[in-house]
């Protein structure tokens, strides 16, 4: 019988079923790190220094996540992740030296999922990649058994079965976390979600030390459908603003 080994965070990965990491990252010292920690985690681990290394190997490989620093040699992470992207759509873990929103909205724009500013602990990495994971496991899921019928909170319109959204009529491409977030939002219009729900519901994230990645995915979705469609309550957290009957 097969053996099947338990990761750190106790969750059950298969031998023969290992997903495929690529680290993109041009200090060696920082990338070595995190290959080594992810390793032990039990992921299968390639790297990359530079922006056309990282997308020739994303091609060959089809890793199953990209962990992506945006100050990259050759061309940087933002258009990595737009490359990669268009060939096939791939989790991305945006990296970056500098805490600045706009370059953590930038990439959240071009398609990633999630990000981290360093310096940051290898423990907190490898939990984010196990959650992103699972958040994308879960989507596939629903995706194959999805639920009937679509949303209609006034000129909003969510299509779970085909994971789309329309604001007065005309496609708004989400990101996955994007889009999960706001049904989250929906599920329960009018009703402040704390940053904690939203970071346990949409990723699995049970430290609050995440909660500028809620504020940051927030902005970002603002941008897409109407800032005025989410309402913030200081100190709490974001509601769905739906159209009073």
Request: hydrophobic share 45%; proline share 5%.
């Amino acid at each position: 019988m097969e053996q099947t080994h338990t990761s750190h965070n106790g969750s059950a990965a298969t031998p023969g079923a290992q997903r495929r990491v690529l680290v993109v990252e041009d200090d060696p010292t920082i990338v070595d790190a995190i290959a080594a920690r992810l390793r032990a985690e039990g992921f299968l681990v390639q790297t990359a220094q530079d922006g056309p290394a990282a997308v020739d190997t994303a091609e060959a490989w089809q890793p199953d996540l990209l962990i992506l620093d945006i100050m990259l040699p050759g061309f940087d992470g933002l258009e990595v992740c737009r490359r990669v992207q268009a060939q096939r759509p791939v989790p991305v873990m945006m990296l970056t030296a500098r805490d600045d929103e706009t370059d953590m909205l930038v990439g959240l724009g071009v398609g990633a999922d999630d990000y981290m500013t360093k310096p940051f602990s290898m423990r907190e990495l490898a939990a984010r990649v196990h959650v992103l994971l699972r958040r994308v496991e879960r989507a596939a899921l629903a995706a194959a058994t999805p639920r009937s019928g679509i949303l209609r909170l006034g000129e909003l319109e969510i299509d779970h079965a085909q994971r789309r959204v329309r604001v007065r009529s005309e496609d708004v491409h989400l990101t996955p976390t994007e889009f999960d977030l706001l049904v989250c939002l929906a599920n329960t219009p009018r009703a402040v979600l704390s940053r904690e729900q939203l970071l346990a519901e949409v990723w699995d994230w049970a430290d609050a030390s995440g909660t500028r990645t809620v504020d940051s995915h927030i902005k970002a979705l603002r941008r897409k459908i109407g800032a005025e469609r989410i309402r913030t309550v200081h100190g709490v957290g974001y509601a769905l603003e739906t159209p009073t009957p």
